[in-house]
């Protein structure tokens, strides 16, 4: 009997993963923001007989402080973590701010993957073969936005979303030479045919429901992730693209950039903590 905690697992994939998990007799916290959709998960939880394993945390992931939060309910559950998911996902045709300052799909899609793979490391290392599964495009090449990582100049939603895969290669870049016991595994399932959350405008609303006669089944996305949290790769990273194993040389996986991205976030995630003492102070 192991534990996971799941990011987006009221919908899709990370849903789909927490009822597979369940049932195979695993304790699953499932992270999310909507409480109807995580008593929807309770529901179907409890008619596989595991009502008493499953447990939802409500928790908005595009807030550093809804992170945390998380966390902390996270070890209340629980005294070590055998697997990490990140699947959390939201597209936005229009730009839109968090209260705290950052470009929401920069902070879902990466700081708050970064903040709890960092601030859950503990619990984790405490288990006997503790993995972290990160649900993203991996070795894309797509362009990181070095000077405006918000994308305030120029805002598309496919930019944005597009640019969090290289950010989360780097994030596992960063996590395997932090000399961890956890293993890091970027995963890219490719196009699935799951809740595709987020607001859309007409003309990609459209695009999107072009793709689902095309898109792999959930059922069918998830089945290599699973063997993947059955047995960890023994690497401290590695990343996948429809199951297959890619190659961790090029710039996709460079340990500058790796290390300039985890400065530049340390610096942007110390600012926040700056700038919430002087509104209490």
């Known amino acids: 009997m192991r534990t996971f905690a799941i990011t987006g697992g ?7 993963l927490a009822l597979a998990l369940l049932e195979r007799g695993h304790h699953v916290a499932v992270l999310g923001r909507s409480p109807a959709k995580g008593a929807e998960l309770l529901d179907a939880a409890a008619q596989l007989g595991a009502g008493n394993r499953a447990r939802f945390i409500p928790a908005d992931l595009s807030l550093i402080n ?7 309910a996270i070890r209340d559950e629980f005294s070590e973590l ?3 998911v990140l699947a959390a996902r939201y597209y936005r045709s229009d730009r839109v701010v968090t209260a705290e300052g950052f470009e929401s799909t920069f902070a879902l899609s ?3 993957r970064f903040v709890l793979s960092y601030e859950l490391s503990d619990l984790l290392d405490t288990a006997t073969a503790p ?3 990160n649900i993203c495009g991996p070795g894309s090449g797509s362009e990181i936005h070095w000077d405006d990582l918000g994308l305030a100049a120029n805002y598309h939603g496919q930019t944005a979303l597009s640019q ?3 950010l989360n290669d780097l994030l596992g870049v960063g996590y395997a030479e932090s000399s961890r016991r956890t293993r890091y595994v970027l995963f890219g399932p490719g196009l699935v045919n799951t809740a595709f959350a987020g607001q859309y405008d007409a003309a990609t609303a459209a695009q999107i429901e072009a793709m689902r006669a095309r898109a792999t089944p959930v059922a069918e996305a998830i089945a290599p992730m699973l063997a993947i949290l059955d047995n960890p790769p023994a690497a401290p990273l590695s990343a996948y693209s429809l199951g297959r194993p890619l190659s961790l040389d ?12 985890h400065r530049t976030t340390q610096a942007l995630l110390a600012d926040l903590t700056t700038h919430e003492q002087e509104r209490t102070a």
């Open 164 to 166: 969090s895969g290289p």
């Open 10 to 16: 009221t919908d899709g994939m990370g849903r789909a």
């Open 110 to 112: 990466y700081l708050s």
């Open 66 to 72: 809804g992170n945390r939060a998380a966390i902390a």
């Open 82 to 84: 055998d697997g990490l």
């Open 250 to 261: 090029g710039p996709s996986f460079d340990p500058d950039a790796a290390q300039r991205l």
């Open 131 to 133: 993995v972290i599964l």
